[in-house]
């Protein structure tokens, strides 16, 4: 079975499934102990691991490059962010070719104009539905085998009829999946699975425009999935400020440090020591 057919067999499954933010490698690998089920390559984490805010400055080789890295620890699906598609239609059937290549199992594409802007910031614009209904059938069209998800930020600019009017005609150019970006209220997320009919995935975003919300909340307004984008970026980013607040402090070493052998099990030391051991052994 396909790693497609994998995803969208859990998105489909009465139980919530939840996908951890990823951007690297040690992110992919501690995700993958934890034993995720899913993982969610998120635009803005990797924009933040390169010192760039998520305002549209990362690049598609940037994420393809960091979704490829995330695969070397990662065996199950992994759902990728390509914010805009990058530009128009044909960069848009592109950018699905190349995130395929490079390993992802869904891609999602938002309305947005180029440069996009974190969906949980202000002062957001969008393209014409019809034109973004352009993008999701070239999307369609590019895919070998991923699943297409179609994410619109309409709330914020059009007003929530708006977004789920724009959501069902998403739908209609063929994605399989949608993303009603930042729900205003508890209201309108229960409202937006009812509302499109078809599997909705919800950004979980700590301190973002959304209201706070349960795993069983969500599984009983009928969402099929949860993205936590923050959910290893925000953490590594709270512990290097712990750490540095210690540093400065006059501490030289902070106690929430792993040490060298904890940190290289966590990406495979084990399996590449005994790769080394066997090809010795076959040389001796």
């Given at each position: ?50 010192g ?23 065996d ?24 395929e ?5 869904a ?18 614009s ?13 999307a ?15 709330i ?8 789920i ?55 009983r ?54 790769r080394?051991?066997?090809?010795e052994?076959a040389?001796?």
């Open positions: 079975m396909s790693d497609a057919s994998v995803l969208s067999g859990l998105l489909r499954r009465e139980r919530l499934l939840v996908a951890p933010g990823v951007y690297d490698g040690l992110s992919a690998a501690v995700a993958a102990r934890a034993g995720a089920e899913a993982a969610y390559v998120s635009g803005a984490a990797v924009s933040a691991a390169e760039l805010p998520d305002i549209g400055l990362t690049t598609v080789t940037e994420i393809a490059r960091a979704i490829a890295v995330t695969r070397r620890h990662l199950v699906p992994v759902i990728a962010d390509a914010d805009t598609g990058f530009g128009d239609e044909t960069n848009t059937f592109r950018t699905v070719r190349t995130y290549d490079a390993g992802a199992t891609v999602q594409i938002e309305d947005q104009v180029f440069p996009k802007r974190c969906g949980h910031l202000d002062d957001k969008l393209i014409p539905a019809d034109e973004f209904a352009l993008k999701v059938e070239a369609v069209a590019a895919r070998r085998d991923a699943l297409i998800v179609a994410r619109t930020d309409a914020a600019v059009e007003g929530f009829d708006a977004a009017s724009r959501a069902k005609s998403y739908l209609a150019a063929g994605a399989d999946v949608l993303f009603v970006e930042a729900p205003r209220t508890l209201d309108q997320v229960e409202a937006i699975p009812a509302a499109v009919g078809a599997p909705v995935i919800f950004n979980v975003v700590p301190g973002g425009k959304s209201p706070e919300v349960t795993r069983e909340q969500l599984e307004f009928g969402y099929a999935g949860a993205i936590l984008p923050a959910a290893t970026v925000g953490a590594a980013f709270g512990a290097m400020t712990e750490a540095m607040a210690d540093i400065a402090g006059g501490s030289l070493v902070s106690g929430s440090v792993a040490g060298p052998r904890v940190l290289f099990e966590a990406v495979g030391l084990g399996e590449w020591t005994a080394r051991a066997r090809k052994q040389g001796a």
